[in-house]
């Protein structure tokens, strides 16, 4: 229950990152979801990608809207600053949260029904405005919250737990981000902690809006036979295409990947991003390309997993707008605001 204090003992072998903290400080209140839920794995995997890459907690910032996924910012980093906002509005406040401060790490979580029914309009704007964040959708095919309607990325055919198939074509998260020109977009599983850790980092080292679709099953409304969400059909499709690696910026850098199989991408912070294709084919800096690919792959109702698209060169919302260099909340006021006077002196010109 999340108003039960957890405990404090540590184990005196528990890990300790550069800044002196252990995973426990990366731990947030206790989770009041579901047992088995797919949402607290990737709290467990946010947790453990925060930790490796020594992140100050005072430095994050977690945002959600409305949903059992966008409960989850409670369960992580308890230090951290945090914004719960209205269903389907995050990204908004992430933008404009950006906007105020850019010395932020910004990590937004989601669900399918927060981000793909109500908060369309809102994703779709904070990609094409390349808001720099980390955005996680945990998406499970059910608005599980409100006890499990078909969201939008429900497929044709996925039935319900009454055993109702769904009808209406679904929107895939991943292939919509890629056409409105997303600079980082990946899918992952909840359940493959293993494959969704380094996403996370790299995703977290992108300079931009970094997009993960995480299968993220819900077990009470939508784990059952007939579902293409489930546990064990995630498992059974589930197809990786490039495995990626990521290499902090003071980590040895060891080249212990065969030539011409490895793309090595290094992020603005100086990390490197290591993407081995699994298909031959495969070039995960070719839009165009993963676009048809996934078509391909959907079409064979396979779920491709990995870092599927990565640009590095794009500029972020603060390179459209050419701020400044200062983050606003640090410009003095008076700089910001002259004041009624100063307007009215810009006003006598006009009369
Ligand atoms: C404006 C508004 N409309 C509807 C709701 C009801 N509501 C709460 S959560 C939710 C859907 C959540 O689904 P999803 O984002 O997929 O999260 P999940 O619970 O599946 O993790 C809905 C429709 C609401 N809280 N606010
Ligand atoms: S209802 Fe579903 S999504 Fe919500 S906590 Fe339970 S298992 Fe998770
Ligand atoms: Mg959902």
């Known amino acids: 229950m999340s108003f039960m204090t957890k405990p404090v003992a540590r184990h005196p072998k528990m890990p300790v990152n550069a800044l002196g903290l252990t995973p426990r400080d990366y731990e947030g209140s206790m989770s009041t979801l579901c047992a088995g839920c797919g949402h607290d794995s990737v709290t467990a995997a946010l947790i453990q990608a925060l930790f490796e890459l020594n992140v100050e907690p005072h430095r994050l910032a977690k945002l959600s809207g409305i949903g059992c996924s966008s409960k989850t910012p409670t369960y992580f980093v308890r230090d951290a600053h945090g914004f719960n906002s209205v269903h389907g509005r995050m990204p908004s406040i992430a933008a404009g949260a950006n906007a105020a401060n850019k010395d932020l790490l910004y990590v937004g979580i989601s669900g399918d029904g927060d981000s793909l029914s109500i908060g369309l309009g809102q994703f779709c704007h904070a990609i094409r405005r390349n808001v720099n964040m980390l955005y996680v959708l945990e998406n499970n095919g059910v608005y599980g919250l409100t006890k499990g309607q078909f969201s939008a990325s429900a497929d044709i055919g996925s039935t319900s737990k009454a ?150 060169s794009g500029a972020d919302m603060h390179g459209f707008e050419n701020t400044v260099d200062t983050p606003m909340v640090k410009i003095p006021y008076e700089t910001l605001c002259p004041g009624s006077s100063a307007l009215a002196d810009i006003q006598k010109e006009w009369v």
């Open 163 to 312: 055993g109702v198939p769904n009808r209406q074509g679904p929107i895939d998260s991943v292939r919509l981000a890629l056409s409105l020109g997303a600079t980082f977009v990946a899918r992952s599983f909840s359940g493959d902690k293993h494959q969704l850790v380094p996403i996370l980092k790299a995703g977290i080292a992108h300079s931009g809006f970094a997009f993960v679709d995480v299968i993220s099953p819900c077990v009470t409304f939508n784990d059952h036979k007939g579902s293409t969400k489930s546990y064990a059909h995630t498992r059974e499709h589930m197809h990786e295409v490039v495995e990626t690696d990521f290499v902090p910026l003071r980590a040895e850098i060891k080249a212990d990947y065969a030539e011409g199989s490895v793309k090595a991408v290094t992020m603005h912070d100086g990390s490197v991003v290591k993407l081995r294709k699994v298909d031959d084919d495969y070039d995960a800096s070719n839009r165009r390309r993963v676009v048809d690919y996934l078509a391909e792959t959907t079409a064979k109702g396979e779920v491709a997993t990995g870092l599927l698209y990565l640009e590095e």
